[in-house]
């Protein structure tokens, strides 16, 4: 900045008034003070300002898996968000490793990030207590952490699940098989327990063997609609707990020579964009991506920008998009194919 006012020909002050935009200065003065900054090829130390101000206009994200695009498409609304808001984004990718959670959970802290937006990867919950301690604004998404001062957004995983469920039993389903999730997630639970709901209320029962797990990724999918199929009775539908997921199930009923939903009728979980493009396209549990992450960020900066002191916990609801994945089967439809396995 003395290099910038030399150049200029004015104080200090002024270089730092037209910068900040803090105090009317003349035009011919902005002028010089602009020209100058362009020669030098000057840039403000934002950070040092951001300390100065007590704010750096940054906020912290970190998620399980960038890869997955549920949580791209999250991250990506909250990139613009804030990009309004003349804030920028710092992007984590835990890998669903506890250690590495903490880690970058410290490193956003010692980033002095305005805030925080949280995806867990477990329960570990050391990380998060270390940033409250600090009085750092976090909203915690797709859980809520009891006991904790920080904000909450959760949908009803497992009304959505039931209803996804209850959708393939009205189809006159009654074979339906689960691929869950990681039972170390809350949400995962919750969309059990939601298809298990729904046979209750139907008065049916569902077959232990058709429950199995997965681990939210396309592998884990294929793999467990393998087992699935090698069932002696096998299903006719299958709930998946995400969409990741579902599309490996997709391709798995595809090697074994079967067809969706003429043979297998399958619904996802999460309404990604990219279920719309699957063959065919993907019956999905579409959770509101846009508007989790626009109420996200603005509650964190409602607490950033003092607005209000006390947490809040936001529970959204889902809804069904019903595709080509789960067409009802009638007495019509075609015979079925024998299981077999790729040659």
């Known amino acids: 900045m003395k290099d910038v006012a030399q150049l200029a020909d004015v104080s200090v002050t002024t270089v730092s008034h037209v910068l900040n935009k803090t105090r009317y200065v003349d035009r011919s003065l902005i002028r010089r003070v602009e020209t100058a900054v362009k020669r030098l090829r000057y840039q403000p130390n934002a950070l040092a300002r951001g300390l100065r101000r007590k704010e750096t206009r940054m906020l912290g994200m970190v998620v399980p898996d960038n890869s997955n695009p549920y949580f791209a498409e ?8 804030c990009f309004q808001s003349d804030y920028n984004v710092i992007l984590c990718n835990s890998d669903e490793d506890p250690t590495k959670e903490r ?8 980033k002095r990030v305005d805030g925080i937006v949280f995806v867990a990867s477990g329960n570990d919950r050391s990380g998060v207590e270390a940033v409250l301690q600090q009085k750092i604004p976090m909203v915690v998404l797709d859980r809520e952490l009891k006991g904790m001062k920080c904000d909450a957004i959760v949908v009803d995983n497992r009304a959505g699940a039931c209803r996804a469920t209850q959708h393939l039993l009205d189809g006159n389903h009654r074979r339906i ?3 869950c999730g990681p039972t170390n997630l809350a949400s995962a639970r919750d969309r059990l327990q939601g298809y ?9 029962r ?7 797990p997965g681990d939210f990724h396309i592998e884990g999918g294929y793999t467990a609609i393998q087992r699935l199929l090698d069932l002696p009775n096998q299903i006719t539908a299958v709930f998946v707990a995400n969409d990741l997921m579902a599309i490996g199930v997709l391709r798995g009923i595809a090697a074994r020579g079967l067809r969706a939903p003429e043979d297998i009728a399958v619904v996802g979980f999460d309404g990604i964009a990219l279920g719309r493009y699957t063959q065919p396209p993907l019956t999905t549990v579409a959770q509101p991506i846009r508007e989790i992450g626009k109420l996200a960020t603005e509650l ?4 950033v920008n003092g607005e209000r002191k006390e947490p809040r916990i936001h529970r959204l609801q889902t809804s069904l998009v019903v595709r080509a994945s789960c067409g009802i089967r009638t007495e019509n439809s075609r015979p079925r194919k024998s299981a077999k396995r790729p040659e």
Request: aromatic letters at 8%.
């Open 300 to 303: 964190v900066l409602s607490r």
């Open 74 to 81: 999250l991250a990506r609304t909250i990139e613009d968000v």
């Open 206 to 212: 569902a077959d232990p063997k058709w429950i199995q």
């Open 177 to 179: 098989g689960c691929v």
């Open 196 to 204: 298990q709901d729904a046979f209750t209320k139907a008065r049916l």
């Open 103 to 110: 880690a970058y959970l410290s490193l956003l802290a010692e």
